[in-house]
């Protein structure tokens, strides 16, 4: 049997050295590697995909669910948090188990069999890619200079989506597009501006022009003379029509009370 790939990701010390001495006995285990916050697990998780990762909930940058949701492969999930407060919360992301601190080891076994279970049998990537659904994330595939790719995107990976022909063009944020190792900061994909919308709706996606979806999130400015939007780490503005104007007014409004 191959070992089973495993991350740790988890901030406290001595946490992270009582888990490590769980898995110690169990030979199988091969921890590749320990990130001590959310934004840098996140990197590794995607760079590695690993079997299986051990995750806190709460974490400096980005806790273990903001985590969760960016996660582009499938491992097997178990968190470990001192707080049962989360525990709702994460079964909705299907993890595999969900251990309090202090561990106890009998628990720790169980658990651990539970997750060879979920790797022996492929089941996570189905619990995965349903939760990322639920959760109002779209599965996108496109390709590049590298081949093809396919990947859930959330609405605040987006910043704006532009028409062009039977295309669309998703500018994504510029840690996304480094992540990706994009040539340029969007992904074209064959998708007509009405269908983006649709499939975007109910997040923060908004039309403001036939060619154009913007992420309300990311507005910064609103020239209403020029009608022109200017979005968060976007040097182009971007039009806004008359028939847009007063939906986006409205909108504007309530975010700006």
Request: charge should be neutral; glycine fraction near 2%; include cysteine.
């Amino acid at each position: 049997m191959n070992k089973i790939s495993t991350i740790i990701v988890e901030d406290e010390n001595a946490s992270l050295y009582l888990l490590k001495e769980e898995l110690f006995p169990f030979k199988d285990i091969k921890i590749i590697a320990e990130y001590r916050n959310g934004r840098e697990g996140l990197k590794g998780i995607n760079q590695e995909n690993p079997d299986l990762v051990f995750v806190d909930i709460e974490m400096p940058e980005m806790d273990g669910f903001q985590m969760l949701q960016r996660v582009t492969c499938q491992p097997v999930i178990i968190f470990c948090t001192g707080h049962k407060k989360y525990a709702l919360e994460a079964w909705e992301y299907d993890a595999s188990d969900f251990i309090i601190k202090p561990i106890e080891s009998t628990r720790f076994r169980r658990a651990l069999e539970k997750a060879f279970d979920d790797i022996t049998n492929k089941r996570q990537e189905k619990r995965l890619n349903q939760q990322k659904i639920r959760a109002g994330f779209i599965e996108l595939s496109w390709s590049d200079h590298t081949g093809k790719k396919s990947r859930f995107f959330s609405s605040e990976e987006i910043t704006f989506i532009q028409a062009d022909r039977d295309y669309i063009k998703i500018h994504v944020v510029p840690e996304l597009a480094e992540e990706l190792n994009l040539m340029e900061e969007f992904i074209v994909i064959k998708k007509t501006i009405k269908d983006a919308a649709r499939d975007w709706q109910p997040q923060s996606i908004m039309q403001v022009h036939k060619s154009f979806l913007i992420n309300f999130s990311k507005v910064q400015k609103w020239n209403k003379t020029a009608r022109t939007l200017q979005l968060k780490n976007v040097s182009q503005p971007i039009p806004i029509s008359r028939s847009f104007i007063k939906q986006f007014q409205n909108s504007w409004q309530n975010y700006s009370e």
